[in-house]
């Protein structure tokens, strides 16, 4: 992973950043893998790698595929990105080792589903019985922001496209 | 886009059913294994999209039809809160499903099928709505047209 992000520094030829963030999108998959969240894991590796980067191919294909030169120097940016990671690993420090019971965010809900979920629902997967009926609002919230982002997106691409479609038909009358 | 290849051509054609069967599984067995229906609307999408790279996007717009993707973004949604809806009338609380089945056991079953079902056609129809409407602009660029005339 570490590789795969010196690369896309490094590189100013975009397509192969696009295709490096894909293969540190893979690998972040596999890390999820690892930390036993398969759900986590298979949206990572068709969102991330696959969606992300065949949209931002789509992208390429309207842009030039040449990194502009920089016009500021690039030292604020980095200091902005250490004192985050600094603030985010100090952060760590604080929570609980990964795996422990007793923690606060084990001790809460999360038993309950565990003993109930596949009396209540009849599903064996717990984390399809949470997100589907325990927490049924909020991936309705979820769906309806995938909605949202959607049709906003949607708007943003029609009408400049609409405008041109209007430009061109002008200058054909006109000649 | 690449239309010469051969052994694309084929190859897709061949990982084309395999990649939906996928899907279809990962939907329909989300209550026994991983996933459900965000991961399979979104592998469903890819699908078309892995066919709308290679073949055209107007290729791609045969098997799915930009008109009526559409209109399922907000199917899918419907589909979602219309559940919530129906258990109103069987006198539960929203997006309660123990009512829909003989037992609360097959209601919740079904209930959760359901309102995957919306999740499923909202994600596969939004990503493939963005693909198009970003490869449709790329075909539709000044240059690209001058070519045409």
């Known amino acids: ?175 | 886009m690449i239309r010469d290849t051969i052994i694309l051509r084929v190859v897709i054609k061949l990982l084309l059913p395999a990649i939906l069967l996928f899907a279809l599984y990962v939907q329909f067995h989300g209550d026994y294994g991983p996933g459900g229906g965000f991961q399979a609307g979104v592998a469903a999408a890819a699908a078309i999209i892995l066919y709308g790279l290679v073949f055209g996007v107007s290729a791609a717009r045969k098997i799915m039809p930009q008109k009526l993707l559409f209109s399922l973004i907000p199917i899918g949604v419907l589909v979602f809160s219309g559940t919530g809806i129906v258990s109103w009338f069987f006198g539960a609380n929203y997006l309660d499903y123990s009512p829909f089945g003989s037992d609360s056991k097959s209601g919740q079953h079904l209930g959760i099928l359901i309102v995957e079902l919306g999740v499923f056609i909202t994600v596969f129809s939004t990503m493939l709505a963005i693909f198009y409407s970003f490869a449709g602009r790329s075909e539709a660029l000044p240059s690209n047209l001058e070519n045409d005339k």
């Open chain 1, 1 to 175: 992973m570490v590789a795969a992000v010196i690369g896309v520094i490094r590189s100013r030829n975009l397509f192969v950043v696009v295709i490096l963030g894909g293969i540190y999108s893979f690998l972040m998959a596999t890390v999820m893998v690892a930390l036993d969240a398969v759900d986590v894991a298979m949206t990572e590796a068709a969102v991330g790698a696959g969606m992300s980067t065949v949209l931002l191919l789509a992208v390429l294909g309207l842009v030039k595929t040449r990194e502009a030169p920089l016009r500021h120097s690039p030292f604020i940016p980095l200091l902005v990105c250490f004192l985050t990671g600094a603030v985010l690993i100090y952060g760590t420090l604080d929570l609980p080792p990964f795996g422990r019971q007793d923690t606060p965010t084990n001790q809460h809900v999360a038993p309950y589903y565990i003993k109930n979920s596949v009396k209540e629902t009849g599903s064996p997967n717990i984390v399809t019985a949470v997100l589907a009926s325990y927490r049924g609002y909020d991936t309705l919230g979820e769906t309806t922001v995938i909605f949202t982002g959607g049709i906003g997106v949607l708007i943003l691409l029609s009408t400049s496209r609409r405008r041109r479609e209007k430009q061109s038909s002008k200058k054909d009358s006109l000649t």
